[in-house]
């Protein structure tokens, strides 16, 4: 299986702290992104990394990559009450055959408390 | 639209009656996707449309499951003979094309009782 795994499953952190998040994944990639879910319902994009890439930013997320380890992870920093959600990474496959699916993991819940 | 729109957000149905889900993709998005989710798990692939052809339905559990995209844009979903273990929340997806952001929909919660 291809699935990303977060770790760890579940992070509780008060209004301000950062929060870190982070992915492994099994097989090549060709991106990997990072999606929000609010109570079970739509996965909202956060940002997508490429290969190539090692790190990216956005607003307050930070997303590194490092495809050596298989692994990358999300930051979000000064973090808000908002920002309660489950988090997921998605991976993509190089291969021909499975091009287009995305797997996901179980998640990250985070909890910021005011 | 403006984004994906899943319709119904919700669905009660008895075992083993039929259901429909529809999706309605980004204007112009050639790539769409449907996954499923259950409580406490990730979402999980079940089929990937490019235009209208199923490029990869190696994801659909069985042969209750089935999905159209007959003009490339909105594609229903469909599931036959209706089992308690097919309730989960039935998530859409479309995008530009393979390896490019997806965008999902509200998804529709199906529950089976």
């Known amino acids: 299986s291809q699935q990303g795994e977060e770790d760890p499953q579940a992070l509780s952190i008060q209004e301000g702290e950062n929060a870190t998040m982070n992915c492994s994944y099994k097989?090549?990639?060709?991106?990997l992104q990072w999606y929000r879910q609010n109570s079970g319902r739509g996965l909202v994009h956060l940002i997508l990394i490429r290969s190539n890439e090692r790190e990216k930013h956005s607003g307050r997320l930070r997303v590194t990559l490092d495809t050596s380890k298989k692994s990358s992870s999300l930051l979000i920093t000064a973090s808000r009450a908002a920002d309660t959600a489950s988090y997921f990474c998605a991976t993509d496959s190089d291969r021909g055959s499975t091009l287009g699916r995305l797997y996901f993991g179980r998640g990250t819940q985070l909890t910021v408390w005011p | 639209g403006a984004g994906v729109s899943q319709t119904p957000s919700n669905k009660v149905t008895e075992k083993g009656k039929y259901v429909e889900l529809r999706c309605d993709p980004i204007?112009?998005?050639?790539?769409l996707y449907w996954y499923r989710q259950s409580l406490g798990q990730g979402p999980e692939f079940l089929i990937y449309?490019?235009?209208?052809?199923?490029?990869?339905d190696s994801g659909l559990p069985n042969d209750r499951f089935f999905a159209v995209r007959p003009e490339g844009s909105v594609s229903t979903l469909k599931i036959q003979r209706t089992e308690r273990g097919d309730s989960a929340v039935y998530l859409c997806a479309s995008s530009w094309g393979g390896n490019t952001e997806a965008f999902f929909g509200q998804g529709t919660r199906l529950t089976v009782v």
């Open positions: 204007s112009g998005h050639t790539a």
């Open positions: 097989t090549s990639i060709n991106n």
């Open positions: 449309f490019q235009g209208t052809g199923a490029a990869d």
